[in-house]
């Protein structure tokens, strides 16, 4: 690698972190692990182009390639998730949602979003927030006693406050969503659909999770997460929202796309379109699925008791240790987590009651059923002596062992 001759500190930082990786469990549900093709497409020449606008309208010259290039990458996500139209510029999951927001509404106009607190995210009405603080949230939650959703609390709120537009997504909500009530509650008020399927977009698209699409006026995601891509979004609407979504994005919002990072979502979404995308999602559910059983079984509280997704929210509180010690002693013992507050947390974000765990990188390595009992037997392990050095150590010797069984780079 040139690198090595010219930069050694930050070779050796790139390796030590390709060696954290392959040596430890990765169960934050917002990572994963991209192709070898995925990470060629993002250091290759398209990183030193300048192309703003769209394809075939662009304000530089020597934009050929970028145009075919683009071209392909939003025929591949069109044919992938049955969109009418894509942009495949925003550059994240943060200002593709700043987007959404910037080409349907105006500054102070009520949107009906989940609560950060309850699963959703950041942008989905949090008072810091751009969401937040340019727009009337009007938030909702997860009912108290089975912490699912109440989708008639959800049409009554909807009633009473007549959104301009409703949202629906997550970032810590362990079950499926229904999209066919949000939309019925959503026509109900005449409000514009939003659905931000940033965490599930790889379940969406091989079909083991209703796919919004086709039926929401814009959904937006990242293309990292279960779609396995690089860091990056999209912006899917109907084609009479097209116009809006791409001005939003451009000018509105970003200056020139990144086309190297462009270039790997398409290979990212050929690779979704293959029959054996599919069978990776259906293991993703599987896996989640068995580990959250497996924890169940050694006692542990679960958010909605159980999950239906890639992810599951574990109340570590009541088992005597809060969710920054359970993320510290699970991280020193080679499994990476994230803490994450519970429905009506008492305790505060930066020390929550709970962890979330996922199952899409160990999914990407080959791991099934077996191992995820494993795991969930190693994190209990950990949290039940997480003041013991020693244990730690012999965990994540343990977890070193299992994960040269398999290998991704």
Request: proline content about 5%; charged content about 25%; overall charge neutral.
């Amino acid at each position: 690698m040139y690198i090595e001759k010219f930069d050694p500190e930050i070779a050796q930082t790139i390796e030590n972190e390709k060696k954290r990786q392959m040596d430890g469990l990765e169960l934050i549900p917002s990572e994963n692990y991209v192709s070898k093709a995925v990470m060629e497409a993002v250091g290759s020449v398209f990183t030193n182009k300048y192309s703003e606008g769209v394809p075939h309208k662009r304000y530089y010259g020597g934009n050929e390639f970028v145009d075919t290039m683009e071209d392909i990458a939003v025929a591949r996500a069109k044919q992938l998730f049955s969109a009418e139209h894509v942009n495949v510029q925003p550059y994240s999951g943060s200002p593709a949602n700043f987007a959404v927001y910037y080409a349907l509404l105006e500054l102070g106009d009520k949107v009906l979003g989940m609560n950060l607190s309850m699963g959703g995210h950041l942008t989905h009405g949090h008072p810091l927030n751009f969401s937040g603080r340019f727009y009337k949230i009007i938030p909702y939650g997860v009912d108290k006693e089975t912490e699912l959703i109440d989708y008639d609390e959800v049409r009554k709120l909807a009633l009473q406050e007549k959104p301009k537009m409703l949202l629906a997504g997550f970032s810590a909500y362990p079950r499926a969503l229904d999209f066919k009530a949000f939309k019925e509650i959503a026509d109900e008020v005449g409000a514009f659909t939003f659905a931000d399927i940033a965490h599930i977009a790889g379940l969406c698209a091989a079909g083991v999770h209703e796919n919004p699409v086709p039926l929401f006026d814009v959904v937006s995601t990242t293309t990292h997460k279960t779609l396995r891509g690089p860091r990056g979004a999209m912006i899917m609407c109907k084609e009479k929202f097209a116009k809006q979504i791409d001005k939003a994005v451009f000018p509105g919002l970003q200056g020139g796309p990144h086309d190297h990072v462009n270039a790997a979502k398409a290979v990212a979404f050929k690779e979704a379109l293959q029959p054996e995308f599919k069978i990776y999602a259906r293991q993703i559910i599987k896996n989640a699925k068995a580990m959250a059983e497996e924890l169940m079984g050694l006692g542990y509280k679960l958010v909605s008791n159980g999950t239906d997704n890639h992810l599951m929210l574990v109340d570590v509180w009541k088992m005597g240790i809060t969710g920054k010690e359970a993320e510290i002693a699970l991280d020193e013992s080679g499994i990476y987590c994230n803490k994450n507050m519970i429905p009506y947390d008492t305790r505060q974000p930066l020390d929550p009651s709970g962890i979330r765990l996922g199952t899409p990188a160990i999914t990407s390595r080959g791991m099934k059923e077996s191992e995820m009992k494993q795991i969930a037997n190693w994190v209990d392990k950990v949290l039940k002596n997480k003041n013991d050095a020693q244990i730690k150590k012999k965990v994540r010797e343990e977890v070193k062992a299992m994960c040269q069984n398999f290998i991704i780079y």
